[in-house]
């Protein structure tokens, strides 16, 4: 049986060369942003120039906003209230787009080195964390820290 591996990483506190530079030294290929709203104020981090980014790095980039998070679920993650984060995300994975994005990314991850990106620094407040146990839940699983 072949182990196959998932990389996730946040951009909190980081910077673009940061990220960039982990994403490059896991080996990723795929860039799986699964934030609903692909903005940031963060310089670098908001979806166009996320994906220049990314392709400057040799990395591909997808979006999949279906897997992202709803307004009511990034406000309980704010408030650090996991369990109603759990709750609107199992949810919102039930949608018949996020089933199909979902099914998408498996197929992309059992193909390719992909991470999931999202703002949290720490996968474990952050709901790729919630994502990963339900869509990919065979993977072995690799947080990445960028360092600056």
């Not at 182990?3 to 290929?29: F, P």
């Not at 787009?97 to 197929?107: D, Q, V």
Request: aromatic share 6%; with cysteine.
């Amino acid at each position: 049986m072949t182990i196959r591996t998932i990389w996730t990483i946040g951009y909190e506190q980081a910077t673009v060369s940061a990220v960039m530079n982990a994403l490059c030294n896991a080996g990723v290929e795929v860039l799986a942003d699964v934030r609903a709203l692909p903005l940031s104020r963060r310089p670098g981090f908001s979806k166009t120039a996320l994906a220049a980014n990314a392709r400057e790095a040799g990395i591909d980039y997808v979006h999949f906003k279906a897997l992202g998070t709803p307004a009511d679920g990034r406000a309980a993650a704010r408030r650090n209230d996991h369990a109603a984060l759990e709750r609107i995300y199992a949810g919102q994975l039930e949608l018949p787009e996020a089933i199909a994005a979902g099914a998408k990314l498996a197929g992309l991850a059992s193909e390719r080195k992909v991470a999931l990106l999202c703002y949290e620094r720490e996968a474990h407040g952050c709901h790729r964390s919630l994502l990963r146990r339900s869509v990919l839940p065979d993977f072995e699983v690799v947080d990445l820290i960028p360092q600056d």
